[in-house]
């Protein structure tokens, strides 16, 4: 799985993407972020309030309950600040 | 009979120019009434910024934008749609958004632009940073709930 970070989440996280490998009960968007959350001190900085997470699968925009797709590009990012 | 409006949308590091935008839609044609522009630009917070910088998700803005674009021509009888959104450094008094609707009569156009510019507040993949005149640290701009509540306003 291909994931990309933008804003305060690519920088506390320390980087703009890469590439893992789930372990199978990560299902939803929400076990992704745990999941990521538990991986460092940047992980746990950047996703310390899951709620404020916002996820695009494939380059559009998911709810926390959306199931994981077997491949593909999974973003997440600050809520939105443009226009 | 109107023909389909196909909707302009770019995302850019230049600049544009609001009156080219605006001639684009209206050059040649008999059956627009009504032209809409909204301008979205840096300002300077009272002199305390220098600068804006605009992250987004390439690939993502332009979707997202589109998106709201064909949901704004499925909603309003629009003859032309533009929206522009610049990224990279800007500064104060610089272009940041650009919305262009034209219809047949005024009510479309201005209730699409103010459709447009509200969802790609919330929804289109920018984030913007500041750069402050006292130099100490860069800090992101922080979303407004009120964001979240003018989506709100077309359901």
Known sequence: MKLVYF???????????????????ITTVADLIAWL?????GYAAALERPETIRVAIDQEHVEHD????????????????GG | MNTPCIPTVRVQQEDFDLSEEVAAL???RRDVGAVVSFAGLCRDENGRLTALELEHYPGMAEAEISRIAAEALGRWPLTGL??????????????IVLVVASS??????FEAADFLMDF??????????????????????????????????WK
């Not at chain 1, 703009?16 to 009960?25: F, I, Q, S, W």
């Not at chain 1, 959350?37 to 001190?41: N, S």
């Not at chain 1, 077997?70 to 939105?80: N, R």
């Open chain 1, 7 to 25: 804003a305060w989440v690519r920088e506390r996280i320390g980087r703009a993407e890469e590439r893992v490998e789930l372990p199978t009960n």
């Open chain 2, 120 to 153: 790609l507040k919330s929804k289109a993949p920018f984030w913007k940073k500041e750069h402050t005149v006292d130099g100490t640290a860069t800090q992101w701009v922080t979303a407004k709930d009120s964001d979240e509540e003018d989506i709100k306003r």
């Open chain 2, 104 to 109: 047949e009569h005024r009510r479309a156009a």
């Open chain 2, 82 to 95: 533009t929206v522009i959104h610049r990224f990279g450094k800007i500064l104060p008094g610089g272009n």
């Open chain 1, 37 to 41: 959350a538990a991986r460092g001190e």
């Open chain 2, 26 to 28: 209206t050059a040649g």
């Open chain 1, 66 to 81: 959306t199931p994981l797709p077997k491949d593909g590009e999974i973003a997440l990012f600050p809520p939105m600040t």
